[in-house]
């Protein structure tokens, strides 16, 4: 296993992959985020950045009307996955590298996109500037993570990590002219162990614990910030 210099484990999916697949599966199961991603900007024709692509499971989706697509992965397992996922794809094509050192040439990206990827506030100062560097004039990107103010998630979110205040990455995307757009989207799973699997890896274990006595079901209400800039 290799990672790029730089790489920012990521523990749910770094060590769990398979069950990161699962929570892939069970998020958005009323497609909210991909209609709100378009009324931004459309990526039909375009050249697309996916940020900390992980697996690939978001590729495929880009790559059905993008004229190009570049997933960028910090871990070497992951990108290897990603790339057999998308081996069928000719449009595609997985590196190697981090949201500091991008792997891509200035001014080449129309779009990009991270979804629970380092760009969580502050901190991501070095990969804002590398935005700043690889997108094209009238270029758009786009960073997803979750609104720990509201919903049933986000109250879980706020208590077992209380070191991330919503209203600290709001001020921090906002002052550096991102728009925020809420969204309401959710988790639903096929199995209450899928559930309960995934919990396990998004949350430290007595906060799993927690979590799991209180609620009961397959499914979680779940708000999101969908933060986007033009360039």
């Not at 931004?40 to 697996?55: E, H, K, P």
């Not at 991008?102 to 991501?124: I, K, N």
């Not at 979590?211 to 969908?226: F, K």
């Amino acid at each position: 296993m290799s990672i790029a210099e730089g790489g920012i484990p990521s523990p749910n999916i770094w060590h769990h992959p398979k069950v990161y697949e699962v929570e892939n599966r069970a998020v958005d199961p009323d497609g909210v985020i991909e209609p709100a991603l378009r009324a931004i900007r459309d990526w039909a024709g375009l050249t697309v950045l996916d940020i900390g692509c992980g697996t690939g499971y978001h590729l495929p989706m880009f790559a059905a009307t993008a004229a190009r697509v570049i997933g960028v992965e910090p871990h070497g397992t992951l990108a290897d996955a990603a790339r057999r996922r998308t081996r069928a794809l000719a449009n595609v094509e997985v590196r190697q590298g981090t949201a500091q050192q991008l792997p891509v040439p200035d001014s080449s990206v129309d779009v990009m996109h991270a979804r629970w990827a380092y760009f969580f506030g502050p901190g991501c100062e070095p990969g804002l500037a590398e935005l700043d560097r690889v997108m094209r004039r009238g270029g758009t990107a786009f960073v997803i993570d979750n609104d720990a103010s509201r919903s049933t998630f986000g109250r879980w979110f706020v208590a077992a990590y209380p070191t991330i205040k919503p209203d600290v990455v709001e001020k921090f995307f906002t002052e550096r002219g991102w728009t925020r757009t809420l969204l309401d989207m959710g988790w639903r799973f096929e199995r209450r162990a899928d559930f309960e699997a995934v919990v396990r890896i998004e949350f430290k274990p007595a906060d799993a614990d927690r979590i799991i006595a209180s609620h009961s079901g397959v499914e979680v209400d779940y708000a999101i910030n969908l933060w986007s800039k033009d360039f």
